[in-house]
């Protein structure tokens, strides 16, 4: 037994190893944080652009969406908006085009029968197959999500990046539900930080960036330079900045462009979503990733040895689940029945002190330091977050085990559920900041926001289930 539990040890030391390096590398992230956001110089010309929206199902929310996206401060006959109305079984095609008008929305419908092909980028694939033969009316394309609310200034703020040179660029992930509870909390401000720390450093650091779906950005040279869009695996946007890489199309950040999207609620969501997301990621491993660091060593660029290590998590994600509590789980025992008290004690201190100083901490004062450093991005009180932040580790937790659940299933699309946008400043604050009226003298409606930080942040009035708010 002491030749296999020496072996045991060795096993286990060299993986501690290579987790460690996989973290060493976000930590640097995070340890420039005082690094600075890029800046863009306003544009001299307003660009044409596509806004692109996959949608499944979406019914109820996709009105809200598009009367969200009217507001924005752009010239109306200057943006078009696509929607794919992917495998619907409800009338979300029907509601979008019913919204046609001073803006433009065009409706591609698609239903396709071979369930390896319904994902986000096979719809994409179809929907650019389509609007090739017109690419050349658009300058641009940004993708929303059909639960997307996008900040009143962040198609401007694209164009500035547009016009500066970037091919493709990402923008600053919300939340519109940051305060709803502690689970849509957490998982909103795991966006955030990883904006406001990866991608600003990145940034910063004049490497690639990483595009999430909601909020990105892609010229439609780029389009044309592929002959249409070609990235269709689950993890598409994560693909397509590999597909950049290649091509060497720097993906810019733009940190003004804000898109506020609606975040899990539930842990039955947000596992789905994790899980989805892990056996995209897990794929994308195995056929780009392990690529990636191939090219780091005949190229020399950073960008894809900042890549592999990006998917390496997912590997990582495994490795953490299932051997670490396995090892240490047989040592607790081994020691137990062998009477070994010493050794005993000095796991379950090690263990203790390996959970509160390299995970508890670490993340619980992230979530700290991103709120000190971005506070009025957030626009939410201390005090209302602080529940989220001690929770912040929660996320790693549920990402590492529904990452582990999808690698190892063949996980289906299922219908997520839809969030009432929530807000979080009182009411009357706004009313008193904007000078109008909300809701008029109705308490009823009054109480179905308790607060709105994302009207005064996203600077237009929300529509929401079975309510609406208006300005008088």
């Known amino acids: 037994m002491t030749v296999f539990n020496l072996i045991l040890d060795n096993i286990n030391a060299f993986l501690c190893i290579i987790v460690g390096i996989a973290f060493a590398f976000q930590l640097v992230y995070t340890l420039l944080f005082f690094l600075p956001a890029p800046k863009f110089k306003k544009a001299k010309e307003k660009h044409k652009i596509g806004i ?18 009217f507001k924005l401060n752009y010239p109306k006959d200057k943006y078009e908006i696509i929607i794919i109305a992917d495998n619907c079984t409800d009338n979300t095609a029907e509601i979008a085009r019913s919204f046609d008008g001073e803006v433009k929305v065009r409706v591609i419908e698609r239903q396709e029968k071979d369930k390896k092909k ?8 179809y929907a650019f197959k389509q609007l090739m033969p017109e690419i050349d009316n658009f300058d641009f394309f940004v993708r929303f999500d059909a639960d997307t609310i996008p900040d009143k200034e962040y198609l401007n703020k694209m164009n500035d990046a547009f016009e500066s ?6 923008g600053y992930n919300h939340a519109s539900n940051l ?4 689970i849509s909390g957490v998982s909103g401000l795991w966006y955030i930080r990883d904006t406001r720390f990866s991608c600003q450093a990145r940034a910063a650091l004049h490497t690639d960036v990483f595009m999430v779906g909601s909020g990105m950005m892609f010229s439609a040279k780029s389009i044309k330079e592929a002959g249409g869009w070609v990235c269709t695996s689950t993890s598409e946007d994560t693909e397509f900045t590999i597909w950049n890489m290649d091509h060497k199309h720097k993906v810019k950040y733009v940190p003004d462009a804000i898109v506020y999207d609606d975040q899990p609620s539930t842990l039955t969501d947000i596992f789905r979503r994790n899980i989805r997301m892990g056996n995209g990621l897990h794929k994308l491993f195995w056929t780009k990733g392990l690529a990636c660091l191939g090219k780091f060593f005949t190229t020399f660029r ?18 953490c689940c299932l051997w670490f ?8 025992i081994f020691d137990a029945c062998v009477g070994n008290l010493a050794d005993l004690n000095q796991i379950l201190i090690t263990i203790a002190i390996i959970l509160f100083c390299a995970f508890l901490i670490p993340f619980i004062a992230q979530a700290f330091l991103v709120y000190a450093l971005d506070r009025k991005k957030i626009g939410v009180p201390l005090k209302k977050l602080l529940p989220t932040m001690f929770a912040f580790p929660m996320f790693m937790i549920i990402y590492a085990i529904s990452i582990v659940i999808g690698v190892f299933s063949k ?28 809701f008029g003298k109705k308490k009823k409606l009054c109480l179905a926001l308790k607060a709105n930080n994302i009207l005064r942040l996203a600077k237009f009035p929300i529509r929401i289930k079975k309510q609406e708010i208006v300005a008088e």
Not at 325 to 332: R, V
């Open 52 to 69: 692109i929206i996959p949608a499944r199902n979406e019914s109820k929310i996709i009105g809200q969406t598009l009367e969200n996206i």
């Open 118 to 125: 319904r994902n986000v980028g096979w719809a994409f694939n």
């Open 165 to 170: 040179g970037a091919e493709a660029a990402k």
């Open 179 to 182: 305060t709803q509870n502690v």
């Open 302 to 319: 950073y960008c894809y040895l900042d890549m592999f290590l990006n998917l390496f998590f997912i590997p990582i994600a495994v490795l």
């Open 325 to 332: 509590p396995a090892y240490y789980g047989y040592k607790i």
């Open 411 to 438: 996980p289906q699309w299922k219908q997520v559920s839809r969030n009432v946008n929530f807000a979080n400043n009182e009411t009357k604050s706004v009313e008193k900041k904007s000078k109008k009226h909300f």
